[in-house]
């Protein structure tokens, strides 16, 4: 059993910073790309950016150069944090993985967290 845990979500002003935390737990052995996506009130989910195992990253256009996304390998995390936080960025934000490797061989496809809100408002 695998689970991806997400935290760091909450209310800001525009212009101001958040940073969102999320874990994968069980008995891990490894986890493939790790991303974030968000869904807006009335909108698709959308990739947020993504980011593989050696470091490549990858960003949504409307949030390149606001928003950086890392990660902790040893410790199973990624981070993704939001800088000049607009309007716009209110959303759910969803962690997610493509494949998890547990201890015993097994894996897990396309993980996704519960989802943590970011709201942006004055």
């Known amino acids: 059993q695998v689970q991806l845990v997400e935290s760091g979500g909450g209310l800001a002003q525009p212009g101001a910073a958040l940073t969102l935390s999320c874990v994968a737990t069980?008995?891990?052995?490894?986890?493939?790309?790790m991303a974030w996506y968000r869904q807006a009130p009335g909108k698709e989910r959308e990739l947020v950016a993504s980011?593989?195992?050696?470091?490549?990253?990858n960003y949504a256009d409307s949030v390149k150069g606001r928003l950086t996304i890392s990660r902790n390998t040893a410790n199973n995390t990624v981070y993704l944090q939001m800088n000049a936080l607009k309007s716009e960025d209110t959303a759910i934000y969803y962690c997610?993985?493509?494949?998890?490797?547990?201890?015993?061989?097994?894996?897990?496809?396309?993980?996704w967290g519960q989802g943590t809100q970011v709201t942006v408002s004055s």
């Open positions: 997610t993985t493509d494949t998890i490797r547990v201890k015993n061989c097994d894996f897990y496809y396309d993980q």
């Open positions: 069980g008995d891990i052995f490894a986890v493939g790309i």
């Open positions: 980011i593989r195992r050696g470091g490549t990253t």
